[in-house]
Structure formats: structure tokens, C-alpha cells
């Protein structure tokens, strides 16, 4: 590598800059990101668009001659969020695929390096967006702020409907901003429309902003997106044409069929799709955020080759052709790798994945005890949790979780040696959403390094639960009690890491008299 460029320093021993070969194991996670394969002529707005809908984009440096830039963000969730997401979706920039993995750098230091006034010029020009005070530049007016007021509700509506679009391929794709609480289909003046609500105005306006004039499939299912008049839905039945998220006990409605019987048969029956490109249309998704030109068609499939007559009803694969449904879609069992098999235990991944769900049984395999299967208590509850935590460091070593082949854990057979490794938790008190429309569903965060507390008794003082805390290994940083509420309080760690096995430690953790401690993530810091 040639000493000359400007650039050399900030590539910690030059391993950011080889060749990425699949042999090459992944770094692990960090909050700056190494982008590959940019445009030579994307602006700097372009490249923060990625990280924008995953959280605040904190500096940027952009390598023009090599086609990289490395992008940081506030913090490490963000930056593992965003690639969790970008992993199975490849983004695009002017039509042009980007590669994204985590950086060597746990930060990006361009303070002496040439040529950043423009990068700092744009980050501010967001840094405004997002704070309110200031429209994107090339924006109509108002389209880059959240205005006070703003609606959490979307109306979508798709156009050149050549393939069905189901409730559940929305939620998978809106769900990637925030969390979706509910969704109501309908067809009118012959469109198909949707109304969805998010838990946050703000995931509202960047799901808006990332996919309005999106296309679901390949050339065809192309989202209009704006902010309903309304500002919550009312949910009266969970079936394929509507569902609220908060409140799984609500009545399917009039006994209808979950799938129209037409339709039915173009899926073809659930639990023979093989392959998720199946058929003669393959679609392939083309969901490639943030991209402002329309999206590209692979080789080998002009525009016309999606056209409603290639749909036979081999193409089985409406509701798996989203990716990261890797195993059979509407499973609620998670496969999850990578574990530490002389920490883990069935109760640590019941109470951390809890917090996503309620599970109903964790089995960790006798023969391979970094690996477990997880059973949601549905489909949206694993993808919740698959989507939070995948990609998270948890005793030293970064969990991955997947969409299992199996459709329910097993227990094991009476007088079978077991080692008690599986557990089954469908009885639990500790299920946090058992509780039609309970609040918890509104204070779903991916994993923070504060932790809220909560159910704390009048006579527990500040230091007897930061020395709870420190008892369990963890640094603490920062501390607050709620004004309003002392039976709250905010508790800010040293790493995501350490809170993740502080909650896994300490929620249920009884402080006497009759008051067993709450902890989750917190979306705030102190």
C-alpha cells in the first residue's frame, strides 16, 4: 500500500483494505462501518442515507479513488442494526450494489485529514434534518423533517400489483424502521392500500423517506407511501386483511380462511416451498435502500419478464421471497449459534430473548452446546427477536440467529438423558406480553448499554443497586431515578455486552419486600 495518500492513517494495519474474501472471518461488531464498490460520483448525503433510518451517522470518510468510505455511527447498536439489515438486502447507490461489513476501528479520528470539509458539511446538513431545525437539501419542503404532530400512521399504497402482496411481506419490510404495532388492508378505487402504525412517528417519516417509490418485487409492487390523517388504528380482528401486534388474543373475525382460496393455491400449500426463489418468475426482492433511481432488474430478466402471465402457480413464493426468511415463513423457532457453551443456559436465553417475545421453549443441543433453538410464542416475536439480537456480543462471542427448519422443540421423551438443557417456559410468570395491549409491546429497543429499571421499593437506595450491578461484573457508568416515579430508573453500563448479561442476571432479581426488579433496554441515555 502506497504511503502517499492522505488516507493511509486511518486504516489501523491495512486489513480494512484487502480484498474481502469470504474466507476472511468477520470482524466483530463496531459502530464504524467499511463501505465498498461506491459510485465514483455519489455525494456524501448519498452514503449517510444508509445509516440514517438505523440512528444517528456521527462521521464519514470517503475514499474516492479506492471506491470506499467508512461510515460511524452513534453507536455500536445502530451500526449492527444497520448491518443485520443490509446483510440479506444488498444496498444500492445509483443502481450500483454496496458492500458493507464493521471496520477494524472502534472509531473514525479525520480530524487532520484533507478534504473533510465536505463530509462535516453534510453530516451537520443531517444533523439538522434530524433534530428538526433544517429540510434535506434537494427535498421538497417538510419532506426532511419530523414536523411536531406528525402521524406514527402510514397509508401505503402499491401499484403495478402483478404479485400478491401480503400483510405479513409489509410488516417484514416496515418492520426493518421500528416497531409495527398494527396494519389494516383493503382495496379501494381498485388499488390495494394499507394502513400501518408504527410505535414512533420518527420510524413513521424515515420509512417514508427510505422506501416511498420503492418496488417490493423486481419491476413490479411499487410503494406510495404519506402520513394518514389519523394517528392510530383501530384493530377489531387478526387475519390476513388486518392485525394489531399488541394484542394477539383479538378474534380471526367472520371464520374466513387465512388465504383466500385462489391464492391459496398460487402459494401453493405452506411447508413444501423449497427454495425461496421457486418457479418461473423468480422473483428476486428488490428492496435495495435508500436509492433514489428506480431499482435494477438482474440479467436475464428484461422489464417485461414480470409481467402478470409469468405468474403460474409454481411461483409458491409470495411470502418468502423477502430475504432473511430463510427457513419456513410464519415459524416461530429460532436457531441460535455461536453461544457460549460453558455460560449459557435455557434460563439466560428465556429471559434475553423474552424480551422480544414470550418463550414458550429453549432447547440447547446435547451434542453442540453453542447451539440452541429458541420457540417464539409466534412469527412476528422471532422475527423481533432474530432482527435485536443477531449480531450481539453476549459472553465474548457474537450470538447469530436464524429462522430454524423446525417448527416446534421437542421435549425430551421420559427417562432421556437431557442434562436439563431443555426447558419449557409456557407456563412462565416472567412473560412480559401475555397481557392483551400491554405497554411492554410500545418499549420494544434493540440492545443499549442503559438498562430501565423498574417495580424498585421505596427503601432501595442509589447505592444499593449500583453495587448490585457492580456484584454482577458490570462498570457502571452513570445512574438516575425517574423524577416523577422513584419506582424507576435509568442505569447506564459499560458496554452493550455487560448489559445484556446484567439483564440476564438481574431481571426477576427479588429486592425484598414482595418487589422482584424489571430491567430492559432503554432507547434514551443518561
Known sequence: MNNSTPSAGVYANGNDNKKFKGDRPPCSPSRVLHLRKIPSDVTEA?????????????????LKGKSQAFLEMASEEAAV?????????????????????YSNHRELKTDNLPNQARAQAALQAVGAVQSGSLALPGAPPNEGTVLPGQSPVLRIIIENLFYPVTLDVLHQIFSKFGTVLKIITFTKNNQFQALLQY???????????????????????????????????????????????????????????????????????????????????????????????????????????????????????????????????????????????????????????????????????????????????????????????????????????????????????????????????????????????????????????????????????????KNLFTEAGCSVKAFKFFQKDRKMALIQLGSVEEAIQALIELHNHDLGENHHLRVSFSKSTI
Not at 48 to 62: H, Q
Not at 232 to 238: G, I, R, W
Not at 252 to 259: A, K, V
Request: aromatic fraction near 8%.
Open 46 to 62: 448519498e452514503v449517510i442515507s444508509l445509516g440514517l433510518p438505523f440512528g444517528k451517522v456521527t462521521n464519514l470518510l470517503m
Open 81 to 101: 442494526t444497520m448491518v443485520n439489515y443490509y446483510t440479506p438486502v444488498t444496498p444500492h447507490l445509483r443502481s450500483q450494489p454496496v458492500f458493507i461489513q
Open 199 to 465: 410505535a414512533d412517528p420518527s420510524n413513521a417519516h424515515y420509512a417514508k423517506m427510505a422506501l416511498d417509490g420503492q418496488n417490493i418485487y423486481n419491476a413490479c409492487c411499487t410503494l406510495r407511501i404519506d402520513f394518514s390523517k389519523l394517528t392510530s388504528l383501530n384493530v377489531k380482528y387478526n387475519n390476513d386483511k388486518s392485525r394489531d401486534f399488541t394484542r394477539l388474543d383479538l378474534p380471526t373475525g367472520d371464520g374466513q380462511p387465512s388465504l383466500e382460496p385462489p391464492m391459496a393455491a398460487a402459494f401453493g400449500a405452506p411447508g413444501i416451498i423449497s427454495s425461496p426463489y421457486a418457479g418461473a418468475a423468480g422473483f428476486a426482492p428488490a428492496i435495495g435502500f435508500p436509492q433514489a433511481t428506480g431499482l435494477s432488474v438482474p440479467a436475464g430478466l428484461g422489464p417485461g419478464a414480470l409481467g402478470p402471465l409469468t405468474i403460474t402457480s409454481s411461483a409458491v413464493t409470495g411470502r418468502m421471497a423477502i430475504p432473511g426468511a430463510g427457513g419456513m415463513p410464519g415459524n416461530s423457532v429460532l436457531l441460535v449459534t455461536n453461544l457460549n457453551p460453558d455460560l449459557i443456559t435455557p434460563h439466560g436465553l428465556f429471559i434475553l430473548f423474552g424480551v422480544y417475545g414470550d418463550v414458550h421453549r429453549v432447547k440447547i443441543m446435547f451434542n453442540k452446546k453453542e447451539n440452541a433453538l429458541v420457540q417464539m410464542a409466534d412469527a412476528n416475536q422471532a422475527q423481533l427477536a432474530m432482527s435485536h439480537l443477531s449480531g450481539q456480543r453476549l459472553y465474548g462471542k457474537v450470538l447469530r440467529a436464524t429462522l430454524s427448519k423446525h417448527q416446534a422443540v421437542q421435549l425430551p421423551r421420559e427417562g432421556q438423558e437431557d442434562q436439563g438443557l431443555t426447558k419449557d417456559f409456557s407456563n412462565s410468570p416472567l412473560h412480559r406480553f401475555k397481557k392483551p395491549g400491554s405497554k411492554n409491546f410500545q418499549n420494544i429497543f434493540p440492545p443499549s448499554a442503559t438498562l430501565h429499571l423498574s417495580n424498585i421499593p421505596p427503601s432501595v437506595t442509589v447505592d444499593d443497586l
